[in-house]
């Protein structure tokens, strides 16, 4: 009896972890090229084809490497070499007139092309750099942040 | 301390040649769009702000203080040599599908039919790590009613994948209801391309 109330509790548990970790889910891996890695929290996982990305994460790449993002309304972003970006926000849910994005680029190169939220809501498109943020009319870009 | 010397010279030109995503000074441009259209962005910091609407216009910035410098234009050498690797790492354009039903029915259109099979084509060419399949209605009845209206819809068209052998594991259904149309119209108006699923495979 006690055992079977375990089990379902448990069961609960992983269920509405896993519901949880799918509301937040940003987008999906596409590239990977040489050492790529997602820190979530404190665990460093290595980016693998078709990964879901939540927010929070940070993206992350080593000398030589370059990772490659969709997000869920089809921005795309790419990071080259010991390059650090963060997805600190990400609602879409047009139905219910949620959207915005904020993307922080923490260090490294970046190419940014808006999607969806950025034709429907550019101003909900927020952009930040360490030398300053990017507003935005639903286009495409590049960064570069020199070593300081 | 000759060996010091070559060892130094070596690093020099390694670092030299490194023009892969490393610069004297940070630098944005502005890029077309694949289309061929191109947007515009404002940099702005504590210094000041500057906008670039001209595909392949750049700004270089010193710090968060000091204001971005007045926009040139990059060359294709430079954008490839600053770039060409993160240009490289750029995902596929997400590939987009639009089915269309017959009035008052869960059946098909005959070209969607057609375009439903191009879909399942592409699937299965690209790895999608999701489909992502979305209903929507025209302006005619209530919000939520569209909404679950276009949730009909969508769950249809999985289950159309779903007979064809597609994992319903990665096929997930949305709704917009009346609020991501096609065609802006007010609000009562019927507008058949607005009654439309979307199929996008990431």
């Given at each position: 009896?006690?055992?079977?109330?375990c089990?379902?509790?448990?069961?609960?548990?992983?269920?509405?972890?896993?519901?949880?970790?799918a509301?937040?889910?940003?987008?999906?891996?596409?590239?990977?090229?040489?050492?790529?890695s997602i820190?979530?929290?404190?665990?460093?996982?290595?980016?693998q084809?078709?990964?879901?990305?939540?927010?929070?994460?940070?993206?992350?790449?080593?000398?030589?490497s370059?990772?490659g993002?969709?997000?869920?309304?089809?921005?795309?972003?790419?990071?080259?070499?010991?390059?650090?970006?963060?997805?600190?926000?990400?609602?879409?849910?047009?139905?219910?007139?949620?959207?915005g994005?904020?993307?922080?680029?923490?260090?490294?190169?970046?190419?940014?092309?808006?999607?969806?939220?950025?034709?429907?809501?550019?101003?909900?498109?927020?952009?930040s750099t360490?030398?300053?943020?990017?507003?935005?009319?639903?286009?495409?870009?590049?960064?570069?942040?020199?070593?300081? | 301390?000759?060996?010091?010397?070559?060892?130094?010279?070596?690093?020099?030109c390694?670092?030299?040649?490194?023009?892969?995503?490393?610069?004297?000074?940070?630098?944005?441009?502005?890029?077309?769009?694949?289309?061929g259209?191109?947007?515009?962005?404002?940099?702005?910091?504590?210094?000041?702000?500057?906008?670039?609407?001209?595909?392949?216009?750049?700004?270089?910035?010193?710090?968060?203080?000091?204001?971005?410098?007045?926009?040139?234009?990059?060359?294709?050498?430079?954008?490839?040599?600053?770039?060409?690797?993160?240009?490289?790492?750029?995902?596929?354009?997400?590939?987009?599908?639009?089915?269309?039903?017959?009035?008052?029915?869960?059946?098909?259109?005959?070209?969607?039919?057609?375009?439903?099979?191009e879909?399942?084509?592409?699937?299965?060419?690209?790895?999608p790590?999701?489909?992502?399949?979305?209903?929507?209605?025209?302006?005619?009845?209530?919000r939520?009613?569209?909404f679950?209206?276009?949730?009909e819809?969508?769950?249809?068209?999985?289950?159309?994948f779903?007979?064809?052998?597609?994992?319903?594991?990665?096929?997930?259904?949305?709704?917009?209801?009346?609020d991501?149309?096609?065609?802006k119209?007010?609000?009562?108006?019927?507008?058949?391309?607005?009654?439309r699923?979307?199929?996008?495979?990431?």
């Open positions: 009896m006690f055992k079977s109330f089990l379902i509790l448990v069961l609960s548990l992983a269920f509405s972890i896993t519901a949880q970790a509301d937040d889910i940003a987008g999906y891996v596409k590239t990977v090229k040489g050492e790529a820190l979530r929290g404190k665990t460093l996982i290595p980016a084809i078709n990964q879901k990305i939540s927010t929070s994460d940070v993206l992350k790449t080593g000398a030589d370059s990772l993002v969709t997000l869920r309304d089809d921005t795309m972003i790419a990071l080259g070499s010991n390059s650090e970006v963060v997805i600190s926000e990400f609602d879409y849910s047009p139905a219910e007139g949620k959207m994005l904020f993307t922080k680029l923490l260090k490294g190169c970046v190419e940014f092309a808006s999607g969806i939220i950025g034709k429907l809501a550019p101003e909900k498109v927020k952009f360490p030398v300053g943020d990017i507003g935005l009319r639903g286009t495409r870009f590049a960064v570069l942040i020199a070593e300081p | 301390m000759g060996s010091i010397i070559i060892r130094l010279i070596l690093a020099l390694i670092t030299a040649f490194l023009g892969a995503c490393s610069a004297k000074k940070s630098i944005i441009v502005l890029m077309p769009d694949p289309d259209k191109t947007g515009a962005i404002e940099i702005r910091n504590q210094g000041g702000s500057q906008k670039l609407d001209a595909p392949n216009q750049a700004t270089e910035v010193q710090s968060s203080q000091t204001a971005p410098d007045p926009p040139r234009i990059l060359t294709e050498a430079e954008a490839q040599k600053l770039f060409g690797e993160v240009m490289a790492a750029m995902p596929p354009a997400p590939v987009h599908y639009t089915l269309y039903f017959l009035t008052d029915s869960t059946r098909l259109t005959e070209m969607s039919t057609r375009t439903f099979e879909a399942l084509a592409s699937i299965g060419k690209i790895n790590a999701v489909i992502s399949v979305v209903g929507h209605t025209d302006r005619v009845g209530d939520a009613q569209n679950r209206l276009g949730l819809r969508a769950n249809q068209v999985k289950q159309m779903s007979q064809r052998g597609i994992d319903s594991q990665i096929v997930e259904t949305t709704s917009h209801g009346e991501n149309p096609l065609i119209t007010p609000d009562e108006v019927a507008e058949p391309r607005n009654r699923v979307e199929i996008i495979v990431r």
